[in-house]
Every structure is written in C-alpha cells, then in structure tokens.
C-alpha cells in the first residue's frame, strides 16, 4: 500500500465549477501537507501549504486537513479553463532541515469553457 | 528574485553512461532536495542536501548521487544509466532554519531519455 493515495482521474467539469480534489494517506506522523499544479512537461507550482489539521484559504482555493481521518482536500471555486492541469498532493514528516515530500500519483483535471 | 532553474532542459544518453543534471536554488533558499518523476506518477523523493551534506535520502541505489556546492547550487549524477532511468528530474530548493523550513519549490525538471 502506497503512503499517499490519489485518485487519477482524470476529472472534467464546467467552468464555474466548484472542483474537489482528495488524498488519503496512511502514515499518521506526516505535520505538513502541500498542493502542487503541476501543467505538462513543467515542473510543480506550490499553491497551497498547511500545518496540521484545519482549514486554509487563498483566493480560489482551499485546503482543508483532517489527521483523524488520514484525508486532505483542495476546493478550486468558480474554476477557470486556465485551471486545466495536473494537481498532486504531497506531504512530509518534519521541516527542521527541509522536506522530504511524498507525493500521490496526481488528479488530471480539465476545465472545459 | 530568481526562482530555481535547472538544465539541460533535456537530454538523451544510452544504457550504461553516466549523466550530470545541475540545479541553481531560490535566492535565500540553503536546502536542495531531488525528485524522480517517471510518466503520470508522482514525483519520487531521491535524496536532500543542507548545507552541503545529504540529510535524507528516498529508496534510491547508490549509482544515484550529489553534490551541493557552498553557493547551494547542486549536482545529481546518475552512473550505469538504466532504461528505466528515463523520467523527469525535478530540483527543490528551500530554506532551514531552526524554526522550520519553508516548503520546497520546484524548478522546471530536465528530462532524460536513456535508449
């Protein structure tokens, strides 16, 4: 059983859509907790970064962290075709000297006009 | 602010050569960590650097290999290039410090082919 698991999709919806994307992980020492865009042949954007368990939003997006549940979520509202594009959630276990990310397989997401 | 660059963009080599992929970390950044990306996967975690020692390393053999430099530039070096060598490696840069490091950004990955 890999330690971060994420559905592939892939996942298409309308513009204006509220999109949900979810990882469920195994490992309850993981503190940090990362979404990444991730566009073709480029390297992951950072969009989102939580400590812990709790509710972080910035503009569009939101992510929310459950440790009981092992479960994490990025919400993308009233999303945009510009959107369009891989997300991969990530999470380590201490930042002292750095991360060392463990990544699910990333959720395809295509956001039609 | 410069952001983390990485080169070659891309490049082909055969089985059993040896490569060498440079990254150039985020101003202000000290840590340096690289990922293996192979084609719709997740990226997979090679090994770290701070300050200019490995500090963490993934499930890797040792034919997988870096350097940091006191600038905190960084070298991976791959030797013996297998098939399955082929993917995308990615650079992260961050910064330590006592309190916690910021979280890693990426640059924009070099892209080998071994044939």
């Known amino acids: 059983q890999k330690e971060v698991e994420q559905d592939p999709g892939p996942l298409s919806v309308p513009e204006g859509a509220i999109v949900s994307l979810n990882c469920t992980y195994s490992n309850s020492a993981f503190q940090y907790f990362m979404w990444y865009r991730q566009y073709s042949r480029k390297g992951p954007e950072l969009l989102m970064y939580?400590?812990?368990?709790g509710n972080k939003e910035d503009g569009r997006f939101t992510a929310q962290v459950d440790k009981s549940s092992k479960y994490i979520s990025l919400f993308i509202r009233d999303s945009q075709p510009s959107d369009s594009a891989t997300y991969l959630c990530?999470?380590?276990?201490?930042?002292?000297?750095?991360?060392?990310?463990?990544f699910g397989k990333g959720t395809s997401l295509l956001v039609t006009p | 602010e410069t952001g983390v660059t990485q080169s070659p963009t891309h490049l082909i080599k055969t089985r059993g050569q040896q490569v060498t992929l440079r990254c150039s970390s985020q101003?202000?950044?000290?840590?340096v960590s690289w990922y293996q990306q192979a084609l719709g996967q997740g990226p997979q975690f090679i090994f770290q650097?701070?300050?200019?020692?490995?500090?963490g390393r993934g499930n890797f053999p040792p034919r997988f290999s870096g350097l940091q430099f006191p600038n905190y530039s960084s070298e991976l070096n791959v030797n013996a290039l297998e098939l399955d060598d082929s993917a995308l490696y990615l650079c992260a840069s961050s910064s330590g410090t006592s309190g916690g490091a910021s979280p890693p950004f990426f640059g924009p990955g070099t892209r080998l082919t071994v044939l």
């Open positions: 101003s202000g950044h000290n840590t």
């Open positions: 650097y701070y300050r200019e020692e490995e500090n």
């Open positions: 939580t400590y812990s368990s």
């Open positions: 990530a999470m380590s276990y201490n930042s002292n000297s750095g991360y060392a990310l463990n």
